[in-house]
């Protein structure tokens, strides 16, 4: 290891089970040196396995649902308190849609669900970075990653209003980094991971065929999770 981010402190949302990228990210992390505070939404705590990851990091897990203020405030607040100070960086990596849980087609949506997804997987990020800004819990120079996916800018057909919602993400990604850029010089960037067989991944109609059609159309194969989490430690490292 590196110590890319010995001394830094970070939160990181997201991680559900050992297949999660979230997963990953938080054991690089550590690895290289970083306290963090791991996150997830309570229905999410509890179907998956994060205490198993708090304990391998030494980390504290606080319950969020990223729909709220209260519950966002409360965390950014307890999570410098446990850090010690400020936080260095944030990972966002959170999404959800109920359509493509259901198995309805994009032509033929329960509008319901649609927004829920919308605030679950793109507002949240919003929401989060509001959260940050107003309550100058950044440092300088921090750095906050959310993970997107190319069907933001491409059509996967099967990826449903997912693709919506990660088109809204990056949006909020650039009109929210311009505003901590100017006034707080923090970082915020998005990153597309190629497919992975991650839990929420793996949900999605035809994955399987997703995944192989990716690998051949890519000259270096598919990333795994574990090289993604590489990849966003240096995002969040003093190299970037």
Known sequence: MYNLLKGKKGII?????SKSIAWKVAERAHEEGAKIV???????????TISELAEKTGSQVIPADATSIMDLEHLVDESMKILGGKIDFVLHSIGMSINVRKGRSYTDQNY?????GTDVSALSV????QTLYKTDAMNEWGSI??????AAQRVFPDYNDMADNKAYLESVARSFGYFFGRDKKVRVNTISQSPTPTTAGSGVKGFDGFLAFAEKMSPLGNATALECADYIVTMFSDLT
């Open 13 to 17: 949302f997201g991680a559900l089970d």
């Open 38 to 48: 791991l996150t997830n939404a309570p229905v999410a705590l509890r179907l998956g």
């Open 112 to 116: 319901d669900w649609s927004q829920k």
């Open 126 to 129: 919003h929401n989060v970075m």
């Open 145 to 150: 990653v959310a993970l997107t996916y190319m």
